[in-house]
């Protein structure tokens, strides 16, 4: 059974940094991109980051491009997102999917697999 689990949510205040992970099992990570999406109340899930299986590519939506970074470790079968400089319009709930396939894409409906979520506030 294939288990995605995020954690390092919290409420930041504007300019800060917050680091997530997301633990992968069940699933051979290495086969997998993973990706970053986030949702924020009244609005649709959309595209955060992704990153390739070996973390040779990465992606990132314009609005976070120079302010947050996507990493993975394959021995820990862990993703990451390093946000940084953070502001009030990141506030989501911020989901990690993976999708087996070698090439990075921003389509949320052909994610396999889709972590339960966790919480980003960015206050003022």
């Known amino acids: 059974q294939v288990q995605l689990v995020e954690s390092g949510g919290g409420l930041v205040q504007a300019g800060g940094s917050l680091r997530l992970s997301c633990a992968a099992s069940?699933?051979?990570?290495?086969?997998?991109?993973m990706g970053w999406f986030r949702q924020a109340p009244g609005n649709e899930r959309e595209f955060v980051a992704a990153?390739?299986?070996?973390?040779?590519?990465?992606y990132y939506t314009d609005s976070v491009q120079g302010r947050f970074t996507i990493s993975r470790d394959n021995a820990k079968n862990t993703v990451y997102l390093q946000m940084d400089s953070l502001k009030p319009e990141d506030t989501a709930v911020y989901y990690c999917?993976?999708?087996?396939?070698?090439?990075?894409?921003?389509?949320?409906?052909?994610?396999?697999?889709w972590g339960q979520g966790t919480q980003v506030t960015v206050s003022s």
């Open positions: 069940g699933l051979t990570f290495t086969t997998y991109i």
């Open positions: 999917a993976a999708d087996r396939t070698s090439i990075i894409h921003t389509i949320a409906r052909e994610y396999n697999y």
């Open positions: 990153i390739r299986w070996n973390g040779g590519r990465t």
